[in-house]
């Protein structure tokens, strides 16, 4: 399955970025460079508080891009993921999209490393060169699948907070977090973990939802349950006000996350399990490339 997953996503992610392969990973740097007057719009994590103070006005510390890249995945694979109505479940998206960020940044020697939270608590996978560990860290992500679902939900809890915040103990170098995960314990949990791994670092977040957390079709009386607590409930979907309710309440939730994700200083990616995902996420790599083209540029004319 990992093999035939590598092939698909590298034949695709080929013809997509058409060879831009590096676009996902971040130009800064950990070296410093010379330093230059604050423009509006500058990163102010880079500011120079010694040039600042002696010269009266605020400079910014421009840093050298490193040879040697490091990309940590920070992989949920809690029971609410094992859900799919669409192409996929958001599993089997979740490794997708782990797949195609292992892909793209390990070529031309960046390491990959990984923190996956599952049933039996968090495992970090050290980071490394190399196909063959890729395929190392989608195999850990894998063994997490549970086609048939959680049997004992209190032993299948996932706190995401606590995960980004075991990244920041194991974290020693400053590169690229990319967080996939459906984003839906409590906000407060995980929002304060994103902006301080954000001080340091780089983060994408990749969320990966179904059709059916956004909308309930009119088929009658639907047994629900949530896979995080086991807890089921039974709603009549043929009323209309129960349907309008449900998508009120979700897209106000989606508005939520992207907020917080934004807010914390991340950048934000939706994949949906019944859409072209990787279409999306090659999108988002070749938007950001032309955005810090843009920027470079406009640096360079000051």
Known sequence: ??????????????????????????????????????????????????VTARTGSAHIRATIADRELETWLIVDRSASLEFGTAEMTKADLALSGAAAVGLLTTRGGNRLGALISGPDGIVTVPARQGRRHVLSVLAQILRYHTADGPADPDQT?????????RAG????????????????????????????????NEVLCIEVVDPRESELPAVGVLALMDTETGRVREVNTNQRSVRERFAAAAFER?????????????????????????????????????????????????
């Open 169 to 200: 103990t194991v974290l020693r170098r400053r590169g690229l977090i990319v967080v996939v995960s459906d984003f839906l314990d409590d906000i407060e949990s995980w929002g304060h973990g994103l902006g301080a791994l954000n001080i340091r």
């Open 157 to 165: 809890h996932v706190d995401l907070g606590a995960t980004l915040a």
């Open 1 to 50: 399955m990992l093999r035939r997953l590598e092939l698909d996503v590298s034949r695709r992610l080929d013809g997509l970025l058409h060879g831009d392969h590096r676009g996902l990973v971040p130009g800064h740097g950990s070296e410093p460079g010379e330093a230059r007057r604050y423009h509006p719009g500058d990163d102010v994590r880079q500011m120079d508080w010694n």
């Open 254 to 302: 989606r508005q939520q996350t992207h907020a917080a994700i934004i807010g914390s200083g991340s950048q934000h990616v939706r994949l949906s399990t019944d859409g072209d995902w990787l279409a999306v996420l090659a999108g988002h790599v070749s938007s950001q490339k032309r955005r810090r083209a843009n920027t470079a540029s406009v640096g360079a004319h000051r």
